[in-house]
Every structure is written in C-alpha cells, then in structure tokens.
Nanobody, 115 residues
C-alpha cells in the first residue's frame, strides 16, 4: 500500500502564496509521475500540474506562470508552489502518484482563497 502525507493548505488572501507538500511512502520506488489535481465545489476534479521522474512538467493553462511543481525523488515528495492565488483557485488539492501502471491518490488538502 501507499501512504500519503499532504500539507500546506489553508486560507490565504487573493494575491497570496501557499506551498503544498506531499510525501508518498510504502511499496513504491521513484514513481513515474507525481502530480496535483484539484476539485472545486460542484466541479469535476482537474489536473493542475504533473512532473515525471526526469523532471518534465505539465500545467493546466490557468495556473501557468503562477504555480510551480517540483519533486524530490530521494524522498518521494512532490511540491506545488502557488503564487498570486485567485479566488477561483479555491479547491481541495489532491496528490497523485503513478507507479507501475497504478494511480494512488492522497486524501486532499483544502485551499481557500478569500479576502
């Protein structure tokens, strides 16, 4: 099994920053892809950013230039630095790890952007 420790969510004002962290542990080694997804109330879960084991990244258009994904392969940890946050970024953010053809999901951390 794979366990996750997600942290960094919270309440922030528009224009503020947060850094999400996700540590994956258990029966995996150097996951192929690690990433962040989000789900806002009443909406479907969507991809935010992903990064593969080689460091290549992909972002949804609405966060490009504001969010940065990174990973520490030695610690199986993925980060999401979120700057210039907007109210529409409010959502539960989920960590996802892909390993040997299986996707594993964290329980999510809530990010609320509000004045």
């Amino acid at each position: 099994q794979v366990q996750f420790v997600e942290s960094g969510g919270g309440l922030v004002q528009p224009g503020g920053s947060l850094r999400l962290s996700c540590v994956a542990s258990g029966r995996l080694f150097r996951p192929n892809v690690m990433g962040w997804y989000r789900q806002a109330p009443g909406k479907q879960r969507e991809l935010v950013a992903v990064i593969n084991s080689g460091g290549s990244t992909n972002y949804v258009d609405v966060v490009k230039g504001r969010f940065t994904i990174s990973r520490d392969n030695a610690e199986n940890t993925v980060y999401l630095q979120m700057n210039n946050l907007k109210p529409e970024d409010t959502a539960v953010y989920y960590c996802k790890v892909s390993f040997l053809g299986t996707n594993y999901w964290g329980k999510g951390t809530l990010v609320t952007v509000s004045s």
